[in-house]
């Protein structure tokens, strides 16, 4: 193998694959990227060894991939991840699917089999690039030693422009000792893809005269805004033309909670606020927000009075679940700030009145007077004494939409959660991977018992990098949403939904983390007191109420409005 | 309503396995698909025709669209285009038959390439009617086989003489 950099005749650098490799990390400023290795990845490994970068090791791939995730969601950088092939790039699998969902810039290295043993059913083969085409991007397998510095150049500008996502270079073992030229950077040019950043002035103005001429507006926002980073233009926006906000579950955090025209929010398990002015707006303005079937409840009765204006760089978002009457195509950011100049300040009173009544009759509510631990009394308690600055991470089930119901976010970026594809055991390898983004944040991971049963073994990854996370544990011993499901839809038939666990405060301290337990409502506010002190990663396990529901909640193929559970503890 | 959308896609191993998991991942329907070269090597022409209502086709060329290695992506609804399926296909064919069996090729314009004893292998081009107008007339004789190219398709470009 060559070890040192050589010029040939016409100037060219000519490197071994595996330096070129590092170098276009460092060329693009990586300098935390997490993987795990494997014997096709070794020369790679081997230049990885001695650069200026942050190497972590998760306990499986798929953490590995969830930890890149979380740290471009916390950062708003590019995660990297790489992977051996075969059982390596199969367990990127679910991670990568996970960014897709929700549009997270990453790239995965995976190692391949030797060009020359391709399709043989070699050790370790798969066909790493046909198993994730439909969950990435894009991908591409190198098969020239000429390819190798471009596809990462490439991977790297199409992973974060546009509507970002995961982006996998597939380098056979080969390449990576292959005598590789390193063209000098230039601008990439890539002839199929465009984006659209600018919106169409006609459409902008159309949409900002809509607004000032609209009575009853609501601005539906979602991940788009945070991505394109257009929360200070929205709050400009909304404040200067006086128009409530509700955002998705991956817009949390898009639009302070704490002000008043937050509403919070909306869908499945929205508020109800949010859902009633929905469906009794007249101008509903969605902003990098794609229509999902959790947030829009039955699509034929969804908005039913509303004009629609859709704000989205992805041209298939628009018009393809509900049919839009003023489409803009741009970048949130880019098109809001166009906006924020033309629209005017209407009172509105009528309308605020109308959402701050049915704020105060419908607020989230739990009974707060029971004896046992109920989850959303932890998550009320945490939001109080981390003052709600916090970055949260979660995993899926119950636990995440309590979270999303009582803590309230104020900033971009504080909630880290998986949205689109729902992935259960996302919440502890994202909070290691936010941790390492955002090393000066409290980082909490609030989990269920089961989604952390599937990725607990990353708290190994905690205690080898010293990361002190802290995961919150809401320990109801089912697997709570799909009980939920079976209380309501099934006859309270509890068909396997509930596991064994183990006893958590022994696994942590096995990890070399620390444990804690809490079974009493008294114990609480002191737990977390404990829980935010401690340096060290920590697992709190609170035993929660068992058969706690999450309301309101709009049964599926309802309409937004028809939401059950809305009287529950009125008696309360 | 059948659309035929042409997509421009660049010529490399993969592409056209993404475009046919797209349609399969999304569930649109394909009615046929075409590859093949273009004028310049680093492209490929797919011709795809999809049949659904206009709200899906848009989705459909949207979609397309957003794959990295698409390079352009056209909805020839409503335009003026030359569309061409190009088929062989082996009809039955006993020698008393071939007087009456070559005097319906000819009126098709189609060409016979082989004669087996028994078979006689036919080429015939022409948009898609044409081909299937064919095959209902070859029926009665009996078919032994046929292979079809799927449309392909090209956009007419305006210009003063008249169409070919
Ligand atoms: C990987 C994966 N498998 C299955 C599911 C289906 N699912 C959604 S929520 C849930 C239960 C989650 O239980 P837990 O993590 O304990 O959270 P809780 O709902 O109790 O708060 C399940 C099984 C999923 N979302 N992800």
Redesign the pocket.
Known sequence: MEKTATDNANGMVYKPGSQVMVDMLLEQGVDTMFGYLGGVVLPFFDKLYDAPINFIIPRHEQGGCHMADAYARATGKVGVVVATSGPGATNLT?GLATAMMDSIPLVAITGQVRTDLIGNDAFQEADTTGITRPITKHNVIIKDPAELARAFREAFYIAQTGRPGPVLIDVPVNMQVARCPVPPKSEITLPGYKIRTQGHSRQITNATQAINESQRPVLYVGGGVIISGASDALRQLAQKANIPVTMTLMGLGAYDQTRPESLDMLGMHGAAYANYAVQKCDLLISVGARFDDRVTGSLETFAPHAKIIHIDLDPSSISKNVTVDIPVVGDARQVLEAMVELVEYRPRKEWFEQIAEWKAKYPFRYDRNADVIK?QYVIEELYRQTNGDALICT??????MWTAQFYKFKRPRQLITSGGL????FGLPASIGAKLGCPDQTVIDI??????N?TMNELGTAVMYNLPIKVCL?N?G??????QWQQLFYGRRYAHSSLKNPDFVRLAEAFGAVGLCVDKKEQVPEAIEKMLKETRPIVVDFHVDPEENVWPMVPTGKSLHEMDGLDIFEMA | MKHILSALVLNKPGVLAHVAGMFAARAFNIDSLAVGRTDDPTLSRITIVVIGDDKVVEQVRKQLGKIVSVVKVQDFVGQDVVTRDLMLINIACPIEKRPEIASLIEMFNGKVVDIAQRIVTVEIAGPESKIEAFIEACRPYGIKGMARTGTVALARQPRPSAEF
Do not use: I
Request: aromatic share 8%; hydrophobic share 35%.
């Open positions: 679910t989850p995993g899926v089930g119950q636990h995440q729902g992935t259960m055991g989990d269920g018992d089961s989604s952390f599937m809401l109801n089912f697997m709570g949403m799909v009980r």
